[in-house]
């Protein structure tokens, strides 16, 4: 079993940037692929990005190649996502996700067994 905790979310402008990060514990964490998903009032869930055990493979939503980048640090337990050119229309709760049987391709499709609580980042017009 791994507990995550995300930081970093909050009230950015438009055009600005944010670094969400994840903070895992329980068993080792290179052994899970990971993920971040946001969920935006009335929406459903969606897929952010996606980054496999050793960082080498990473996957995003198309709308969003460009702008957000998925990174970790296994040696710190940590994934991270870096927000930049920021738009109201990325204004969510953004939670990581882990799962340890998943392929990293199955992560934006699948549901990983593993999440955070979340954290809301609000981006003003």
């Known amino acids: 079993q791994v507990q995550m905790v995300e930081f970093g979310g909050g009230l950015v402008q438009a055009g600005g940037s944010l670094r969400l990060s994840c903070v895992a514990s329980g068993r080792i964490f290179s052994t899970y692929n990971m993920g971040w998903f946001r969920q935006a009032p009335g929406n459903e869930r969606e897929f952010v990005a996606a980054i496999s055990r050793s960082g080498g493979n990473k996957y995003y939503a198309d709308s969003l190649k460009g702008r957000f980048t998925i990174s970790r640090e296994n040696a710190k337990n940590t994934v991270y996502l870096q927000m930049n050119s920021l738009k109201p229309e990325d204004t969510a709760v953004y939670y990581c996700?882990?799962?340890?049987?998943?392929?990293?391709?199955?992560?934006?499709?699948?549901?990983?067994?593993?999440w955070g609580q979340g954290t809301q980042v609000t981006v003003s017009s």
């Open positions: 996700a882990a799962d340890s049987s998943l392929s990293v391709r199955e992560v934006p499709t699948a549901a990983p067994r593993y």
